[in-house]
C-alpha cells in the first residue's frame, strides 16, 4: 500500500515538474519571438526616412496641419504637400446686401469683409460665399440681410454654387434650390452678386442661373441672359 501510495506521489511530482517546465519553456520563446520582432521593427523602422514611407508602412499619422507621421522609435515625418503659411496675405473686399428698408432693388450697400490667404482667382469664388454667409447680427440690426437663401439637395458634389469665368464674363450658377421671397428678391440676388463681383478686374459681366441652368429672373423662359 505504501509502495502505490510513493508511486502516485512521485508520479504527482513529475507532472507538476513537467508542467513548470513547458510554462518556463513557452515563457522563454515567448521573449524570444518578441525580442525578435523588436529587432525586426527597429530595423525596418531605422530604414524610414520619409512621410511616404512612413504612411506607407502604416504608422500613425497625426491630425495636425502639416501633418506629421510618426514612427515607433519617436520619430516624425511631415507631410511636404502641405505648407503652412507663415504670413498668410488679408484681402479686403466688399461685398454687397440690400438692406429691408430700401425697396429699390437695384440699391444694394457694401460692407468690407478681410479675405484671408486666398490669391486670384479663387477669392471671387469667396466673395460668393460671403454673400450667402450674410451680414453679422450688428450688421442685420442695421437692416442688411442676405438675398441668397438656399435649400434641398446640391446636384454639384454639396457645393452651394459654381463659379465660372472666361473672357472677364461671371456665370455663377446655384447648386441648390434658391428661394425667392418676396417680390423683386431675384432681382436684388442679381444686383448683389453682379455688384460684388464686378469688384474684380478679372470680370465685367455677370450671369446668374438657378440649378436647372434657368436664368435667374427671367420670367419669360427664353434664358436671354445666356444670348
Known sequence: MKVKQLKAQALSILVVLLVIIFVLLAI???LVYQNTKNNNTTSNTKNITTYKECADAGY?????????????????????????NENPTTQTIKVYF?????DDPSKVFALNRDIVGLDAGTIENASIEQIIAGPTEDEQMLYYYTPIILS???NCSSLDFTLTIQS????????????LAGELSDARVITSITKTLKQF????SVVVLDKNGNCVGDLSGLNNCLK
Do not use: Q, W
Not at 500613425?60 to 507631410?79: A, H, K, Q, V, Y
Not at 472677364?168 to 428661394?179: G, R, Y
Open 201 to 204: 478686374s478679372t470680370i465685367t
Open 98 to 102: 440690400p438692406k429691408s428698408t430700401v
Open 152 to 154: 434641398g439637395a446640391s
Open 28 to 30: 522563454i520563446a515567448y
Open 168 to 179: 472677364k464674363k461671371a456665370t455663377v450658377k446655384f447648386c441648390k434650390d434658391l428661394k
Open 60 to 84: 500613425p499619422i497625426l491630425e495636425s496641419f502639416p501633418s506629421r507621421c510618426m514612427t515607433p522609435d519617436g520619430r516624425s515625418f511631415t507631410n511636404p504637400d502641405e505648407h503652412l
